[in-house]
């Protein structure tokens, strides 16, 4: 273990470009692909919520006992903003990445990269003093 401790997950936030409107403003085809993406990434699924907004978009959430995916589509933009916060060492965030990205046939991906639940070295420090 480093001095700045094991992290507790990993969060990725994605910006998804150029996707298949229709896909991304049918609610039963993106809880299906994001149940799907959860399950393709090893993850147990708990809850899953989606909405359907007028007159367009849907949003939604699979709650995993790692954490969660979540997402929110713009169809007249062909974008959707994806959310994948997982903890622990067996549940793979980029595989249900790749599997939401291919899906909706989406043509540019921009994603950051989190670490989640590090310690902070200047509190660590001054928690030793």
């Given at each position: 273990?480093?001095?700045?401790?094991?992290?507790?997950?990993?969060?990725l936030?994605?910006?998804v470009?150029?996707?298949?409107?229709?896909k991304?403003?049918?609610?039963?085809?993106?809880?299906?692909?994001m149940?799907?993406?959860?399950?393709?990434?090893n993850?147990e699924?708990?809850?899953?919520?989606?909405?359907?907004?007028?007159?367009?978009?849907?949003?939604?959430?699979?709650?995993?006992?790692?954490?969660?995916?979540t997402?929110?589509?713009?169809?007249?933009?062909?974008?959707?903003a994806?959310?994948?916060?997982?903890?622990?060492?067996h549940?793979?965030?980029?595989?249900?990445?790749?599997?939401?990205?291919?899906?909706?046939?989406a043509?540019?991906?921009?994603?950051m990269?989190?670490?989640?639940?590090?310690?902070?070295?200047k509190?660590?420090?001054?928690?030793?003093?």
């Amino acid at each position: 273990m480093s001095i700045l401790g094991q992290p507790l997950g990993v969060q990725l936030m994605a910006e998804v470009w150029e996707c298949d409107p229709e896909k991304l403003n049918n609610l039963k085809t993106v809880e299906e692909i994001m149940v799907g993406a959860a399950r393709k990434a090893n993850a147990e699924i708990r809850e899953v919520v989606f909405h359907r907004f007028e007159p367009q978009g849907v949003s939604g959430v699979v709650v995993i006992s790692e954490s969660h995916l979540t997402i929110h589509t713009w169809p007249e933009l062909a974008y959707a903003a994806v959310d994948i916060f997982t903890c622990g060492e067996h549940v793979d965030p980029w595989i249900a990445l790749e599997n939401i990205t291919q899906e909706f046939n989406a043509e540019e991906i921009n994603v950051m990269e989190i670490t989640r639940g590090m310690k902070n070295l200047k509190r660590l420090r001054k928690n030793k003093q």
